[in-house]
T-cell receptor, first 117, second 119 residues
Framework: DGGITQSPKYLFRKEGQNVTLSCEQN?????MYWYRQDPGQGLRLIYYSQIVNDFQKGDIAEGYSVSREKKESFPLTVTSAQKNPTAFYLCASSIGQGRDSGANVLTFGAGSRLTVL | AQTVTQSQPEMSVQEAETVTLSCTYD???????LFWYKQPPSRQMILVIRQEAYKQQNATENRFSVNFQKAAKSFSLKISDSQLGDAAMYFCAYRSAWYSGGGADGLTFGKGTHLIIQP
């Protein structure tokens, strides 16, 4: 079955360490996204990528970095510069924009919970 | 930039009753898409319903329907015959129809409404 796989599901980090969250999709989607979810805050966009080897900052990119070397993969690195990294992180992908019924819809992974000790 | 507002942090409904969740948004664009996503305790985001702004007809998906008022920038979700499995966080979201490169792509979310189903 096609879908988005995020790993690990739970991750603990010591202060000052960088950690990388994995996101892999087999939906053949062009666009991929990273969101951060905090209690009472909804989802906020960190980074997105519309094509391979290109990505753009979202609303809260400071302290994060990404790469898009393959269409299927969009890993997120939470760096030591991120002041409050404890959160739930969601990866999503989209077939892109257009008038088709499936267009514009984001499909989400199951998420990764990062806790800083 | 677009904003999405959900004014009800929490709603409660009796099983088998009908409940309406509110959502308003602010945009200067004329072409866009609106969505309702459900996030159950598993935290998996699930698409409930999608509305295209250029279509007058309100979208429906089985027990879920929307009341889309474009002029009022309102997009409410009605759940009929509520079931215990409907208990979840519900998020309203906005997406521009055509990405021009002048703004961020992706969905803009409201802060969510926690729906409780009373048996």
């Amino acid at each position: 079955d096609g879908g988005i796989t995020q790993s690990p599901k739970y991750l603990f980090r010591k202060e000052g360490q960088n950690v990388t969250l994995s996101c892999e999709q087999n939906l053949n989607h062009d666009a991929m996204y990273w969101y951060r979810q905090d209690p009472g805050q909804g989802l906020r966009l960190i980074y997105y990528s519309q094509i391979v080897n290109d990505f753009q900052k979202g609303d809260i990119a400071e302290g994060y970095s990404v790469s898009r070397e393959k269409k299927e993969s969009f890993p997120l690195t939470v760096t030591s510069a991120q002041k409050n990294p404890t959160a739930f992180y969601l990866c999503a992908s989209s077939i892109g924009q257009g008038r088709d019924s499936g267009a514009n819809v984001l499909t989400f992974g199951a998420g990764s919970r990062l806790t800083v000790l | 930039a677009q904003t999405v507002t959900q004014s009800q942090p929490e709603m409660s409904v009796q099983e088998a009753e009908t409940v309406t969740l509110s959502c308003t948004y602010d945009t200067s664009e004329s072409d866009y898409y609106l969505f309702w996503y459900k996030q159950p305790p598993s935290r998996q985001m699930i698409l409930v319903i999608r509305q295209e702004a250029y279509k007058q007809q309100n979208a429906t998906e089985n027990r879920f329907s929307v009341n889309f008022q474009k002029a009022a920038k309102s997009f409410s979700l009605k759940i009929s015959d509520s079931q215990l499995g409907d208990a979840a966080m519900y998020f309203c979201a906005y997406r521009s129809a055509w990405y021009s490169g002048g703004g961020a792509d992706g969905l803009t979310f409201g802060k969510g409404t926690h729906l409780i189903i009373q048996p």
